[in-house]
């Protein structure tokens, strides 16, 4: 496992709301009532990530949706340069009016709208401690795992986490607290990461070569302790909008996840916005207004 200085981001999840229920969310949207964070909640995370290296990440669900969304850009301005702060958005439509502040506060923008074919997303519920019985087995892959290697920390309602889906599977099972969200907390380097891994990993399947699902179809993958733990609690269970796995089986290449990483697919989405997209010297993409982008280009 990584610190979570060594990550790219650490993200504040202000909303589980958003306009899709995708297969396998890592957010786990359209379980349960959505939550919108409040904005003492927001700048308490935005303090806490003071003198932080790397991207701070405004996400959700989806971001736009929340009912003060411009109020927490305008915070996040305040305490930090647009070069680190990141966007993750659908960019929905309806909310184009929020162009200007989107491009005035984020250095980056992560678009992803879910609406093609080609997307995957990794069966989270069906929990590796259904396959790997060896719980020594288990926490030594989880610590290899390529999502929390390669993705983020968090801070949400129920406080800063090592990894973004422990953090969400907390709030989905109402689990345990995470750290307390407070100045350095993100100082903490894996031998800091025990007890939130021994609870969130063995529920978790990311870190297990397992067959991913088109986003799009709108169904969950799980296993048996998991859909023990969410009868009675997740939508999707109540609408039958999951696949139960009995006995759920390894697999040696999985379906590549990366198909939507499309920069023309995703400057499409952003025409919607009069959004124009370029690749910053971090590899990562930064909004700016098209009428800007043609004055400074007709200037």
Not at 78 to 89: C, I, N, S, V
Not at 98 to 116: A, K, L, M, P, Q
Not at 212 to 229: P, Q
Not at 258 to 277: F, M, N, P, S, T
């Amino acid at each position: 496992m990584k610190s979570i200085v060594d990550m790219d981001t650490t993200q504040i999840e202000i909303t589980n709301a958003c306009i899709n229920s995708c297969s396998n969310c890592t957010r786990f949207c359209g379980h349960t009532k959505p939550y919108f964070a409040s904005i003492d909640f927001v700048e308490n995370c935005l303090k806490s990530m003071k003198n932080y290296p790397k991207m701070i990440g405004i996400m959700g669900g989806e971001p736009l949706l929340h009912p003060k969304f411009e109020e927490i850009c305008n915070m996040a301005h305040k305490h930090f340069e647009p070069r680190q702060l990141g966007l993750w958005t659908c960019l929905p439509e309806g909310k184009e009016k929020y162009r200007e502040v989107i491009c005035e506060t984020f250095g980056h923008i992560f678009i992803n709208d879910h609406s093609r074919d080609d997307i995957y997303h990794a069966p989270i519920l069906i929990a590796s401690e259904d396959i790997v019985k060896d719980h020594r087995d288990l926490m030594f892959i989880a610590d290899r795992c390529w999502l929390q290697n390669n993705w983020s920390a968090c801070m949400n309602l129920k406080g800063a986490w090592f990894c973004e889906i422990a953090g969400a599977l907390s709030l989905l099972m109402n689990g345990p607290n995470g750290w307390k969200i407070e100045e350095k907390w993100w100082m903490r380097t894996p031998m800091d990461f025990k007890e939130q891994a021994e609870w969130a990993c063995p529920k978790c399947g990311v870190c297990l070569p397992l067959k991913r699902r088109v986003s799009n179809e709108g169904i969950d993958d799980i296993s048996k302790s998991n859909f023990d733990r969410l009868k009675g609690i997740s939508n999707k269970i109540k609408n039958n909008k999951y696949i139960l796995h009995e006995e759920p089986k390894l697999m040696q290449n999985p379906e590549q996840m990366a198909a939507y990483k499309d920069e023309v697919w995703r400057q499409g989405v952003a025409d919607r916005y009069g959004i124009i997209l370029y690749v910053n010297e971090f590899g990562f993409q930064t909004p700016i207004l098209k009428r800007n982008f043609e004055n400074a280009i007709n200037s």
